[in-house]
C-alpha cells in the first residue's frame, strides 16, 4: 500500500446505513482548513458546538462539531468529527466538498489507528486490541479485546524486554570493559536468567492456544452416522433451523456453520455429512469435507442413536481428549444395561438431557479459551515472534555454555530482543503495519 502521512484523511466512523445521527472523522494537517471549506467557526478542542455546516453558500446539514488539537488525539494529529444526520444525502454532501480539496483522501483500512501507532499513541498490540473490540461478539471477546487494548500482553512483554537488555548490557560489559574487575560469576549467573527467562516464555506460550481460539470462535463438529439427529440438534443449539433435517441418508452434504455465543465465548457449530460408506460422488466429497471439518475443530460432538451404538468405535481417528460422545434418541432407548457412563444422553425430541450436554460443551468451551480476563496471546505473529526469542535467547546461553565468542552472544541478545520489539511495533514498525491493519474497518 502507499501511504502518505502528509495526506488528511477522512471517513465515515459509525455504520453506513440509514441511521440518527452520523460520524465523520478527519485527520491530518489542513484539520483547521475545514472552518474556512465550511465556513463555521472553529470551536476550542475537547469542547462541542454546533454549526452549520456550508459551502459556496449551499446549507449542507447542521453538525455537533469536536475538534482535538496534536498531539493529544487518538491519531497525534489535529481531528476533527462531524456529528451529523445520518441520512446517505447528507453524508454524500460532505464527501464530495472533502474529495474535491487538496490533500483530502478517503482514508484506507485502520488507517487512523495506523497513524496513531506511528505516531507513538498506541502501540501494535492495543491496535489489534482496537479491532478485536471492533469485531466483539461476545462478552468474553469484549474482555479479551480491552484488556489488550489496555495493555495487558504489552506489560509483560515489557518485562521480558527489561530482563534481556539487562542480559546484553552485562555481556556488553564484558565485551567493552575486558581489564576492568567484573565478577567472574556474572557470565555464569547470566546462563542460569537466560534460561529462566526462556521457561517463563514457553510456558507462556503452552497455553492451548486459548487466546487465538476465544478471538475466532471455538470450532465445534457436530459428526456422526446419518440420520442420528444431528442436524435436530444443530438447530436446537443455534435456535433456528439452519440445517435441513429428513428420514432420508444423505440429506446434509456440505458443511453447515453457524456462530453463537455460549456463556459469553463465541461458538462455531457445524452441522456436516453424515459419516457413511457413500455410493454416489457428492455425498462422498461432503463426507470427506465433513472429516477434514472435524479434524482442524477444536471439539467433536459425536453423535450416536440407539441402533448406531456400536458403531463409535468406527470414529476413534477423528475423537480426541475432551471430546463428546452423545446418545441421541434415548425416548426409544429403554435398557439402561446398554448406558455408557462416560456418554450423554438426550432426546432432541423430547428435550430430556439437553441441558447437560450444553453444560458439557460450556466446560470445555471454558478449558480451551480460558477464564474471562487473562492475559493471552491473540495473534499468530505474537507467537512466532515469541518463540523466536525463545530460540534465540537458547543459543546465547548454548554461547555462554560453549564459551564462545561474546560477541555473537550479544548479538543474539539483541536479536531476542528485537522479536519482542516486533509485537509492540518499537521496530520495524512501517514492515508490520500493513500485515496488522489488512482487516481494520475503513473508520478506524
Same mark, same amino acid.
Given at each position: 500500500?502507499?501511504?502518505?502521512?502528509?495526506?488528511?484523511?477522512?471517513?465515515?466512523?459509525?455504520?453506513?446505513?440509514?441511521? /440518527?445521527? /452520523?460520524?465523520?472523522?478527519?485527520?491530518?494537517?489542513?484539520?483547521? @482548513?475545514?472552518?474556512?471549506?465550511?465556513?463555521? +467557526?472553529?470551536?476550542?478542542?475537547?469542547?462541542?458546538?454546533?454549526?452549520?455546516?456550508?459551502?459556496?453558500?449551499?446549507?449542507?446539514?447542521?453538525?455537533?462539531?469536536?475538534?482535538?488539537?496534536?498531539?493529544?488525539?487518538?491519531?497525534?494529529?489535529?481531528?476533527?468529527?462531524?456529528?451529523?444526520?445520518?441520512?446517505?444525502?447528507?453524508?454524500?454532501?460532505?464527501?464530495?466538498?472533502?474529495?474535491?480539496?487538496?490533500?483530502?483522501?478517503?482514508?484506507?483500512?485502520?488507517?487512523?489507528?495506523?497513524?496513531?501507532?506511528?505516531?507513538?499513541?498506541?502501540?501494535?498490540?492495543?491496535?489489534?486490541?482496537?479491532?478485536? *473490540?471492533?469485531?466483539?461478539?461476545?462478552?468474553?471477546?469484549?474482555?479479551?479485546?480491552?484488556?489488550?487494548?489496555?495493555?495487558?500482553?504489552?506489560?509483560?512483554?515489557? %518485562?521480558?524486554?527489561?530482563? #534481556?537488555?539487562?542480559?546484553?548490557?552485562?555481556?556488553?560489559?564484558?565485551?567493552?570493559?575486558?581489564?576492568?574487575?567484573?565478577?567472574?560469576?556474572?557470565?555464569?549467573?547470566?546462563?542460569?536468567?537466560?534460561?529462566?527467562?526462556?521457561?517463563?516464555?514457553?510456558?507462556?506460550? @503452552?497455553?492451548?492456544?486459548?487466546?487465538?481460539?476465544?478471538?475466532?470462535?471455538?470450532?465445534?463438529?457436530?459428526?456422526?452416522?446419518?440420520?442420528?439427529?444431528?442436524?435436530?440438534? !444443530?438447530?436446537?443449539? $443455534?435456535?433456528?433451523?439452519?440445517?435441513?433435517?429428513?428420514?432420508?441418508?444423505?440429506?446434509?452434504? @456440505?458443511?453447515?456453520?453457524?456462530?453463537?455465543?455460549?456463556?459469553?465465548?463465541? !461458538?462455531?457449530?457445524?452441522?456436516?455429512?453424515?459419516?457413511?460408506?457413500?455410493?454416489?460422488?457428492?455425498?462422498?466429497?461432503?463426507?470427506?469435507?465433513?472429516?477434514?471439518?472435524?479434524?482442524?475443530?477444536?471439539?467433536?460432538?459425536?453423535?450416536?442413536?440407539?441402533?448406531?451404538?456400536?458403531?463409535?468405535?468406527?470414529?476413534?481417528?477423528?475423537?480426541?481428549?475432551?471430546?463428546?460422545?452423545?446418545?441421541?434418541?434415548? +425416548?426409544?432407548?429403554?435398557?439402561?444395561?446398554?448406558?455408557?457412563?462416560?456418554?450423554?444422553?438426550?432426546?432432541?425430541?423430547?428435550? +430430556?438431557?439437553?441441558?447437560?450436554?450444553?453444560?458439557?460443551? $460450556?466446560?470445555?468451551?471454558?478449558?480451551?479459551?480460558?477464564?474471562?480476563?487473562? !492475559?493471552?496471546?491473540?495473534?499468530?505473529?505474537?507467537?512466532? *515472534?515469541?518463540?523466536?526469542?525463545?530460540?534465540?535467547?537458547?543459543? /546465547?546461553? *548454548?554461547?555462554?555454555?560453549?564459551?564462545?565468542?561474546?560477541? *555473537?552472544?550479544?548479538?543474539?541478545?539483541?536479536?531476542?530482543?528485537?522479536?519482542?520489539?516486533? %509485537?509492540?511495533?518499537?521496530?520495524?514498525?512501517?514492515?508490520?503495519?500493513?500485515?496488522?491493519?489488512?482487516?481494520?474497518? #475503513?473508520?478506524?
Amino acid at each position: 500500500m502507499d501511504h502518505s502521512y502528509d495526506d488528511t484523511i477522512f471517513s465515515l466512523a459509525t455504520a453506513v446505513g440509514r441511521s /440518527a445521527t /452520523a460520524m465523520i472523522r478527519i485527520s491530518g494537517s489542513r484539520v483547521r @482548513d475545514l472552518s474556512s471549506i465550511f465556513n463555521f +467557526d472553529m470551536p476550542e478542542p475537547k469542547v462541542a458546538k454546533l454549526r452549520i455546516l456550508t459551502h459556496q453558500k449551499q446549507r449542507l446539514d447542521q453538525s455537533i462539531i469536536l475538534f482535538f488539537k496534536g498531539p493529544e488525539s487518538y491519531t497525534g494529529e489535529d481531528v476533527i468529527e462531524f456529528h451529523i444526520h445520518g441520512g446517505r444525502a447528507v453524508i454524500e454532501s460532505i464527501y464530495k466538498v472533502l474529495i474535491n480539496q487538496t490533500g483530502f483522501r478517503l482514508a484506507e483500512n485502520g488507517e487512523f489507528s495506523r497513524r496513531a501507532v506511528v505516531n507513538g499513541r498506541i502501540d501494535l498490540t492495543a491496535a489489534e486490541g482496537i479491532n478485536d *473490540l471492533i469485531n466483539a461478539q461476545t462478552e468474553a471477546q469484549r474482555i479479551q479485546g480491552l484488556q489488550q487494548l489496555e495493555g495487558g500482553l504489552r506489560r509483560q512483554l515489557e %518485562i521480558w524486554s527489561e530482563s #534481556i537488555k539487562t542480559y546484553g548490557a552485562h555481556i556488553e560489559a564484558y565485551i567493552d570493559f575486558p581489564d576492568e574487575e567484573i565478577p567472574s560469576d556474572v557470565l555464569t549467573k547470566l546462563v542460569i536468567d537466560i534460561q529462566e527467562t526462556g521457561i517463563e516464555m514457553e510456558k507462556f506460550l @503452552d497455553d492451548g492456544r486459548k487466546g487465538e481460539i476465544l478471538r475466532d470462535g471455538m470450532k465445534v463438529a457436530v459428526i456422526g452416522p446419518p440420520n442420528v439427529g444431528k442436524s435436530s440438534f !444443530v438447530n436446537w443449539l $443455534t435456535k433456528r433451523d439452519i440445517a435441513i433435517t429428513s428420514q432420508e441418508a444423505g440429506t446434509t452434504r @456440505d458443511i453447515i456453520e453457524a456462530n453463537i455465543n455460549l456463556s459469553g465465548y463465541p !461458538v462455531i457449530v457445524a452441522d456436516t455429512a453424515g459419516l457413511r460408506k457413500s455410493a454416489g460422488n457428492i455425498e462422498a466429497e461432503g463426507i470427506k469435507r465433513a472429516r477434514q471439518w472435524a479434524i482442524g475443530a477444536e471439539l467433536r460432538l459425536l453423535i450416536l442413536d440407539p441402533p448406531n451404538a456400536l458403531r463409535a468405535s468406527l470414529f476413534s481417528d477423528l475423537l480426541k481428549p475432551n471430546d463428546i460422545i452423545i446418545m441421541n434418541k434415548t +425416548d426409544r432407548q429403554t435398557s439402561a444395561k446398554t448406558r455408557n457412563p462416560n456418554w450423554l444422553y438426550m432426546s432432541v425430541k423430547t428435550g +430430556d438431557g439437553l441441558s447437560d450436554v450444553l453444560e458439557k460443551i $460450556t466446560d470445555v468451551a471454558l478449558l480451551k479459551m480460558g477464564e474471562h480476563g487473562s !492475559v493471552s496471546i491473540t495473534q499468530t505473529r505474537h507467537r512466532k *515472534l515469541i518463540s523466536e526469542c525463545i530460540y534465540l535467547l537458547g543459543n /546465547a546461553r *548454548l554461547g555462554l555454555l560453549n564459551k564462545a565468542d561474546l560477541e *555473537l552472544v550479544a548479538e543474539d541478545i539483541r536479536s531476542a530482543n528485537h522479536s519482542i520489539g516486533r %509485537i509492540t511495533g518499537k521496530v520495524d514498525v512501517e514492515d508490520l503495519l500493513d500485515i496488522v491493519f489488512t482487516d481494520f474497518c #475503513i473508520g478506524k
